[in-house]
């Protein structure tokens, strides 16, 4: 079975399509007006009349200018008027006055409507009432003005980040940080602070943002810069952000970022710290009396094993050669004698302080050395440059044993520059982290050390002083002892300048 197309005349449809579009015309809930070329109105709709206030028959042959409140500034208008008659639309908004003569803010589409020739005949003038989305607008601008400005000068540093851990919006005192930091950006450090002391912990945490929760809470790191050392409690806090995205709208996925809090701490840190410093310098000073003991003690007894040895061997070949002389009598007893002498010192030398192994940072540790030293060092004419990493990763350490040994290096090293008429005198201490180990260089300017004796000044009471003032030569070996108990290395390196350059490198500890 075939079916046949109902067929109406052309001029019929074109009827049809004129009447509907002359009812879309008027039904349309946005004002909408036809003019001639220079403007003066032909037509409007009855959303006009609404907008403006101007029924048709009031408005029709009147220009367009009827509208203007005379407040656009003319700029505007000649450009509108380059482009329509230019054949091209324009948009914009402009200040209009209604019938009543209350102001509204149009925004105007214009678009030219040319003939079969190509000229310009009329305009079709599209228009709505913004006046309240403005104010919106306005006011949520200056929200955001005034957010900005109480973010900015809110005296902690602070920044927002998205999921890739980059700084998308950041204020004033994190700009200050980021310059006191050589332009290292502080988020970055901050969580490679937080990281290297929570461990695994925080990973997880960074995982799984959960909104309202802390990443981290008033967790404390510091910062060490040539300029000084700054102390800041850090948090991070989940936060979301309404997603403005065209794809989500209806499928809402709100973004998730991290809330850095970094509040400052320095002021409140140094007081403590001049406390713990004058406790450091009063066990420290007893940790070497005890030190000088056992050095003494110990250089006491090296030096009286020299002569037993002698009598030892000396009384063994006269046994063997069998005679029973008084002289072989009295070399036994006084080898016995000796001997108990020998015993007796060794059970005077003093143990070293029983201490547990913790979570240390040698930057900390360096300043600290650094700071117990100062005194010396002002006194004997010294320069410090000190180079920390600005973070570094924790050692599982024995503090006080790491402190004592950085200071003998820092104390040899004031020594060597301190002889008289020595005139360079610079001390420079860098750190630097890596993953698996932390390398801290001490270096001065003063003679150096001969190569010839570069492993020889790690034997015990070997000194290049010897011979001179009260130094046993025990300082090097010692702190070689701290490094290899820390699975370190102390080695003493060759450098194109004069003087001594110690490299003490130490491993990381591992965490799960
Ligand atoms: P005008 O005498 O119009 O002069 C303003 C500037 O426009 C001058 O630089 C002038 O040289 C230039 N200009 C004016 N007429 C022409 C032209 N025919 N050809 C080239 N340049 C010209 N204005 C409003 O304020 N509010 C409205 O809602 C609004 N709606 C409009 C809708 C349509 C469809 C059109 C075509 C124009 C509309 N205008 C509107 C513009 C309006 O016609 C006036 O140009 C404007 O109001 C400024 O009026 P005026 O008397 O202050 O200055």
Same mark, same amino acid.
């Given at each position: ?14 009827? #049809? ?10 039904? /349309?809930?946005?004002?909408? !007006? ?36 005379? !407040?656009?500034?003319?700029? #505007? ?5 380059? /482009? ?29 409507? =040319? ?49 890739? $851990? ?23 450090? #901050? ?9 695994? !912990? ?6 799984? &943002? ?39 709208? $209806? ?9 850095? +809090? ?39 007894? $090296? ?42 010192? %060794?059970? *005077? ?38 180079? &920390? ?13 790491? %402190? ?14 301190? *002889? ?9 201490? =860098? ?5 698996? %180990? ?5 270096? @001065? ?12 000044? $790690? ?31 102390? @080695?003493?390196? !060759? ?9 003490? +490198?130490?491993?990381?500890?591992? %965490?799960?």
């Amino acid at each position: 079975m075939t079916t046949l197309k109902p067929t109406l005349p052309t001029e019929h449809l074109a009827g #049809i399509a004129s009447t509907v579009f002359q009812q879309a015309v008027e039904q /349309a809930d946005i004002a909408i !007006s036809i003019t001639d070329a220079a403007a003066n109105i032909l037509y409007v709709n009855p959303a006009f009349t609404r907008v403006t206030g101007y029924a048709a028959d009031e408005i029709i042959g009147a220009n367009q200018s009827l509208l203007s409140n005379k !407040s656009t500034p003319e700029s #505007i208008y000649q450009a509108m008027w380059a /482009a329509i008659t230019g054949g091209q639309p324009w948009s914009g908004r402009l200040v209009n006055r209604r019938k009543d003569g209350s102001k509204y803010l149009a925004d105007l589409l214009i678009t030219p409507v =040319v003939d079969a020739a190509g000229a310009i005949t009329n305009y079709l003038g599209i228009q709505r009432d913004v006046t309240d989305l403005h104010r919106l607008e306005c006011e949520v601008g200056d929200q955001k003005a005034l957010i900005e400005s109480v973010v900015d000068s809110a005296p902690v540093v602070l920044a927002l980040l998205d999921n890739n $851990f980059r700084v998308v919006l950041d204020n004033h005192e994190y700009k200050k940080l980021m310059t006191d930091l050589r332009a290292v950006e502080p988020a970055t450090v #901050i969580l490679e602070a937080v990281r290297a002391n929570l461990g695994s !912990s925080l990973g997880s945490s960074l995982a799984a &943002p959960r909104v309202g929760r802390y990443a981290f809470h008033d967790h404390e790191i510091r910062f060490d810069s040539r300029g000084g050392t700054r102390w800041f409690s850090c948090s991070g806090l989940w936060v979301q952000r309404k997603d403005g995205k065209v794809e989500t709208f $209806f499928d809402r996925q709100d973004d998730i970022f991290l809330l850095l +809090v970094a509040k400052e701490t320095t002021r409140q840190r140094t007081e403590q710290e001049k406390t713990r410093l004058a406790h450091l310098q009063a066990m420290m000073a007893e940790e070497s009396r005890i030190d000088g003991l056992r050095e003494t003690l110990s250089a006491a007894v $090296f030096k009286i094993e020299g002569p037993i040895n002698i009598m030892a061997s000396v009384l063994a070949t006269l046994e063997r050669r069998g005679t029973g002389s008084p002289a072989g009598s009295a070399l036994a007893g006084a080898l016995y004698a000796g001997r108990d002498a020998i015993d007796s010192l %060794r059970s *005077a030398i003093p143990e070293h302080t029983s201490e547990s192994r913790t979570a240390v940072n040698l930057n900390e540790i360096l300043r600290d050395v650094l700071d117990l030293t100062t005194t010396r060092m002002l006194a004997a004419g010294i320069t410090v440059h000190w180079q &920390p990493q600005s973070v570094l990763p924790s050692l599982n350490a024995y503090p006080n044993r790491m %402190r004592m040994m950085f200071k003998a290096l820092v104390d040899n090293a004031i020594e060597a520059m301190n *002889a008289k008429g020595w005139r360079e005198r610079e001390l420079r201490v =860098v750190t630097r982290g890596h993953p698996d %180990r932390v390398e801290v260089v001490i270096e @001065d300017s003063g003679p150096g050390i001969p190569p010839g004796l570069r492993y020889k000044v $790690f034997e015990p009471f070997f000194s290049t002083r010897m011979g001179g003032g009260k130094h046993l030569g025990t300082g090097l070996s010692s702190a070689q002892q701290v490094a290899a108990d820390h699975d370190g290395v102390i @080695d003493i390196d !060759s450098t194109e300048r004069r003087g001594c350059r110690v490299r003490v +490198v130490l491993p990381v500890s591992r %965490r799960g």
